[in-house]
């Protein structure tokens, strides 16, 4: 799940995890890379989002674990669901329901959990069945984006550079950068300090040092990067209704660099 960008969100108190903490967070995120093979698997076209949902959450409570986002609380607001399924033009924090996939359609999959008492934090954009070049090239770009970023997580490094190299990646194809929301610090919270932009300058920002966790998750659109909220308060989509993508995992920096711990056993990314 994301963070909206908040100016006043403080840069010095990011948690530097201790290596029994690492450790747990290491068995939280592989519980959630393995939620999100099966939930990917069942991606189809005429599948619904609240059947996706309904896997998920099965999925989480038989690995000791909890949804992390269901329940999960802005003001007045309680995210009502183990996913957030966002199609098409949907950017993030989309709600499961009856709609059926179609072919063409991009789904936007975020999921947490908490095992343990530490959050982990996933997404990824699959497609129901066919989709033209040009979106499957948009989706690679941004999935290759996350990994641009992930390799500049490391001790010494700033913020900036993380949103600096998923910028320099995604935006020369032409694509958008969404600024409205931002990758975060995890841990005991789902949502940490820092705030981690998909974009920046290089050696700006808070310094990245060993045992901070990030959940860094680049969001493009295939139009312009302006965003707006429906009118259930959640769902976010492109002002121009441009199709979005979205990416993420929850990696560890550690002094050899950084470690994604969202992945399933021998180290494979399930998106
Ligand atoms: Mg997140």
């Not at 010095?12 to 393995?34: F, H, N, Q, V």
């Not at 909220?229 to 492109?238: C, E, F, Q, R, Y």
């Not at 209704?241 to 950084?258: K, M, N, Q, Y």
């Amino acid at each position: 799940m994301t963070f909206r960008l908040s100016p006043r969100r403080g840069a010095d108190s990011i948690t530097i995890k201790e290596p029994y903490e690492l450790a747990i967070m290491r068995k939280a995120g592989r519980r959630l890379a393995e939620v999100v093979a099966l939930v990917k698997e069942a991606v189809k076209v005429g599948v619904t989002t609240a059947e996706l949902d309904a896997l998920a959450e099965e999925a989480v409570l038989e690995r000791d674990s909890q949804p992390a986002f269901k329940g999960y609380r802005v003001g007045h607001l309680v995210f009502p669901a183990t996913l957030c399924t966002s199609i098409n033009e949907q950017v993030v924090h989309g709600i499961p329901n009856q709609r059926r996939l179609e072919p063409g359609d991009i789904l936007s999959v975020d999921v947490g959990l908490v095992f343990g008492g530490y959050y982990a934090d996933m997404a990824f954009t699959a497609v129901a069945g066919e989709v033209t070049p040009e979106v499957a090239q948009f989706l690679e770009v941004t999935r290759e984006s996350l990994y641009q970023g992930i390799a500049l997580a490391v001790p010494g490094n700033r913020i900036g550079d993380i949103g600096h190299a998923v910028q320099s990646h995604v935006e020369p194809h032409g694509y958008g950068i969404i600024r409205d929301y931002v990758g975060h610090g995890i841990g005991r919270q789902l949502h940490e300090p820092p705030s981690i932009p998909n974009f920046g300058k290089p050696h700006r920002g808070s310094l990245i040092k060993a045992g901070m966790c990030f959940a860094i998750e680049p969001m493009t659109s295939l139009g312009h990067h302006r965003t707006k909220v429906l009118k259930d308060g959640w769902t976010v989509i492109t002002a121009d209704r441009s199709l979005a993508g979205h990416f993420e995992h929850t990696i560890a920096v550690t002094p050899r660099g950084p470690e994604i711990l969202t992945v399933l056993e021998g180290g494979v990314s399930p998106a």
